[in-house]
């Protein structure tokens, strides 16, 4: 597989203050390899560095150290960016310009002709089902209508790499669903996409891979499947005959929870802590209804490295 | 050249529909046409009050509006994030910087164009012999247009659009006031001032090299070997503001 995006140690700090004497860490030591057709999500916490590593694969900010390379040209290089469509968090187009103009400037900036960039700009437009309002300014539309024609122009070049920040941030029901058909649209067609988001359910169902970000750092990274996997096992007791504290003493010291369910009790614990689990719930006068693995979630996981790295809202502050 | 040619017609076709364009532009076309009221309340002579009314309304409308676009050109940009739109693009910084520059140029040509325009045919109705000093003065504002809008664009990269304004008229004021800055200095006995006025005389763009809208007023005659040399010195600098722009906004992050 041909390898489409390439982070190698990528370190970012900001300076702040007018002395620049406090420094932010907003990337430390970031790698990663995305190979082609794969879509690969980037998610993690406020401030974990998401924006960072995608702003620095397209130059629009520099790393202090490391290097980065899309199609294997170093992003510093434009002609790194030739086969790229990007949607920035919360575009601001030119809101002068009609959809129309804009998704063909787009086209013109992608290196096509003016001819060229008419034709594509009216495929792409018909793509978002912008069509019939190509010709009103951006500045007359609603957010889900300028975040379609971001994507129009985006999509417009026939990029081999989409990179989209969060996407679908701040969309209806009916905004969400065209953006997520759109990149199953693109990932049919083989387009490589990366893209950050906070929505778990649209990772889930769109990404091949997944890589888990905090503190500028990949904590986790594999298909979702692997994460999942990754945490530690654990079994879901289900039982009835005896109320939530009494269960709870019985599996506290066992790092087990309890959440009651209807007239049953959900009793969660590690796996090696089943035996002794049941045979004390049991000794407590429970009956014991189901025994079965507890299955994580990407949103489990997400929480369990949100807890672990505790709250690191903009960077790390040194 | 496709991209900056691109990029300078985005420009042009979004300050063309902002409404600070229209409004100067009206604005402008109203006050020549009202020169009329202007000659039944002055004592000199009509080609004088033509002319030079004129030529200042549209010297002060347009340099206003060449600070207001350019402060604004990328400072605004980069604060309301349409540059990610832009920069992610294959293209350089300097093609973004030229298409920006040219664009803003586009504009205010059409509008002087346009004033312009107004101008002579205000010069025909009124049976005002048409010199050349009066088309030295409407290139030279040309030139200052240039040099302005270069020296908005490279405030812009550094600043908000507000200090970039200010900072665009401080100097054009100290532009036009450069020569008698530099006789004062002359006169000066201190070393210190003669150091620090000269280094400023220097550094400065001597704008009223290229104000002709007193000749024009008075029809003196125009050495035009002098009028080009003048021009070719602005554009210079022009170039030299536009370099350090560049070189500025190629190291920028945009976060």
Redesign the interface.
């Known amino acids: 597989m041909t390898e489409i995006i390439r982070a190698d140690h990528l370190t970012k700090t900001?300076r702040l203050g007018m002395l620049g004497r406090r420094q932010v860490q907003a990337l430390n030591d970031f790698s990663l390899s995305v190979a082609e057709a794969e879509v690969f999500g980037l998610i993690g916490p406020n401030g974990a560095g998401k924006s960072t590593a995608i702003?620095i694969l397209?130059?629009?900010?520099?790393p202090t150290h490391g290097s980065a390379a899309l199609f294997g040209i170093d992003v510093k290089d434009?002609?790194?960016?030739?086969d790229?469509g990007?949607v920035?968090e919360?575009?601001?187009?030119?809101e002068?310009?009609t959809a129309e103009?804009y998704v063909e400037?787009?086209a013109?900036?992608?290196?096509r002709?003016?001819a060229d960039a008419r034709r594509l700009a009216s495929e792409a437009l018909d793509a978002v089902e912008l069509g019939a309002l190509r010709r009103v300014?951006i500045r007359r539309y609603s957010k889900g209508m300028t975040q379609r024609t971001?994507l129009a122009?985006a999509i417009v070049a026939r990029p081999r790499l989409l990179i989209l920040d969060e996407p679908t941030s701040g969309l209806d029901p009916v905004g969400r669903r065209l953006v997520r058909d759109l990149i199953l649209k693109q990932r049919k067609a083989g387009v490589t996409i990366l893209f950050c988001t906070h929505i778990i359910s649209d990772v889930e169902a769109l990404c091949d891979r997944v890589a888990l970000l905090a503190k500028g750092q990949v904590v986790r990274l594999g298909t979702i499947v692997d994460i999942v996997k990754s945490e530690d096992s654990i079994v879901e007791i289900i039982c009835e005959g005896v109320t939530q504290d009494v269960a709870m003493a019985q599996v506290a010291d066992l790092k087990g929870s309890v959440e009651p369910s209807a007239h049953l009790m959900l009793v969660r614990l590690p796996e090696e802590q089943l035996q002794v689990a049941i045979r004390r719930l049991q000794d407590a006068g429970a009956k014991i209804r189901r025994i079965q693995p507890h299955r994580f979630g990407l949103e489990d996981a997400f929480m369990s490295v949100v807890q672990s790295v505790g709250d690191t809202v903009g960077g790390v502050l040194q | 050249m496709?991209?900056i040619f691109?990029?300078a017609l985005?420009g042009f076709?979004?300050a063309l529909?902002?409404r600070v364009t229209v409004v100067v532009g009206v604005f402008a076309g109203i006050m020549l046409l009202s020169t009329t009221l202007i000659l039944n309340v002055t004592v000199f002579s009509l080609d004088r009050v033509v002319t030079d009314f004129g030529l200042s309304i549209m010297s002060l409308l347009l340099t206003g509006l060449a600070i207001f676009l350019s402060s604004g050109l990328i400072s605004k940009e980069i604060e309301?994030?349409?540059i990610?739109?832009?920069?992610?693009?294959?293209?350089?910084r300097t093609q973004f910087v030229l298409g920006r520059f040219l664009g803003n140029l586009m504009t205010l040509g059409v509008l002087q164009l346009f004033m312009g325009a107004l101008f002579f045919v205000q010069l025909l109705i009124f049976g005002v012999p048409k010199t050349s000093a009066q088309l030295a003065a409407v290139l030279g504002l040309s030139v200052e247009l240039i040099v302005l809008t270069a020296a908005g664009l490279l405030c812009s990269v550094l600043s908000s659009q507000l200090i970039s304004a200010m900072t665009c008229v401080g100097l054009y004021l100290m532009g036009h006031l450069a020569e008698d800055l530099y006789i004062l200095v002359v006169k000066s006995p201190s070393a210190l001032v003669h150091v620090v006025g000269k280094a400023a005389y220097y550094l400065l763009p001597n704008l009223s090299r290229v104000n002709y809208r007193n000749a024009a007023a008075y029809e003196v005659p125009i050495v035009w070997p002098e009028f080009f040399t003048s021009c070719s010195y602005l554009l210079a600098y022009a170039v030299v503001l536009l370099m350090v722009t560049t070189f500025a906004f190629d190291?920028r992050?945009?976060?």
Do not use: C, W
């Not at chain 1, 013109?108 to 290196?111: P, Q, S």
């Not at chain 2, 990610?84 to 350089?92: A, N």
């Open positions: 900001y702003k397209l130059n629009l900010i520099q434009k002609r790194a960016r030739i790229v990007f920035p919360n575009p601001a187009p030119q002068h310009l103009e400037l787009q013109v900036l992608a290196g002709t003016s300014s971001m122009g | 496709r991209v691109a990029l985005a076709r979004e529909r902002n309301r994030r349409t990610f739109l832009i920069v992610s693009r294959p293209l350089s190291r992050d945009f976060k």
